[in-house]
């Protein structure tokens, strides 16, 4: 890893996406790489974490991530929302999304598909179960390993509301919780 | 309904879970009328909307759930921190939530679990399909009615971070989009 990311512990990994970022789903078919934007996406166990998305039948990264059962989820900030959006509105049969939006790939340490330098966190996973793909288009992954930009202490997440509005993430506030 | 709501489109509602905000998941055993918070929901298909969320098996909320299999989905804002943290810190199987945190119960039109009144927006919801709960607690809902609070134009919903930390959530971006 060329970036100035740590290896962020497993089990603060719901912390990442509970709130229910937008994520840039990367993949690779070979030396053929690809990224997704997504919304639908839940947390399903703490640790190891287990993440459910749906990635339609209609995508391009459908078929790879069948295939190769391995995939990234890149955390973005706003100053990505432009690119966000673009990968969205694009599909990577037709366009190499890495070069034509100006993202650059870094090698994964437990996957061969690439990491987005630019999103402050990034979450390598594994497909461990797919039987709700033929109904839902629904996979459920493992995260293996994961990554921070630690100098990102309030990352400016993006939230999805439909039809290219998006609410960035605010301010945070802190109750006395034993919730986990 | 004696609230200010109205009627929201079944065909909008992913907007208003795809940006992750926690949700206060009610349900009625008989009289019993109980609340749980919850972070862990995707959208699954548009419309009718269809929600998988994860509720523990130690929860008292999933006994009711698979026996009724009822509930209603009520989004918050931040004046309600404070009863989200209460309800996500209790059991129903000893506090009566309603009357202990001073929420307001009010009758749903299509279930029996009741929309919590002080919630900017309440999807009434039944239980589809439970093949993955024995695996994963993962209940899979359609939404059937939506109603949702016409004066609050930018609600702020609030996003679990983890340990009672919330994004509060901030401003609205919007880019041009083909993306549904």
Avoid at 21 to 35: E, F, L, R
Avoid at 58 to 87: D, H, M, S
Avoid at 150 to 170: C, D, E, N, Q, W
Wanted: charged share 20%.
């Amino acid at each position: 890893m060329e970036m100035a990311k740590r290896s962020f512990p497993l089990s603060k990994v719901y912390g990442l996406l509970e709130p229910g970022p937008v994520v840039m789903v990367t993949t690779a078919a070979g030396v053929k790489m690809n990224i997704m934007t997504m919304s639908w996406h839940t947390m399903l166990d703490f640790d190891p974490p287990l993440v459910g998305c749906v990635i339609s039948n209609r995508n391009y990264t459908f078929g790879i991530l069948k295939k190769t059962r391995e995939c990234v989820l890149n955390i973005p900030t706003a100053e990505l929302a432009k690119q966000v959006v673009a990968c969205g509105n694009t599909s990577g049969r037709k366009v190499d999304k890495f070069k034509t939006f100006g993202l650059t790939p870094a090698a994964a340490s437990d996957v061969k598909a690439p990491l987005i330098d630019e999103c402050y966190a990034n979450l390598e996973c594994r497909v461990v179960d797919t039987k709700m793909v033929a109904k839902y288009n629904f996979f459920i992954l493992e995260v293996l390993k994961a990554w921070i930009d630690p100098s990102k202490k309030a990352p400016r997440t993006i939230h999805h509301l439909g039809r290219g509005a998006f609410m960035v993430a605010g301010v945070t506030i802190k109750l006395p919780s034993k919730m986990k």
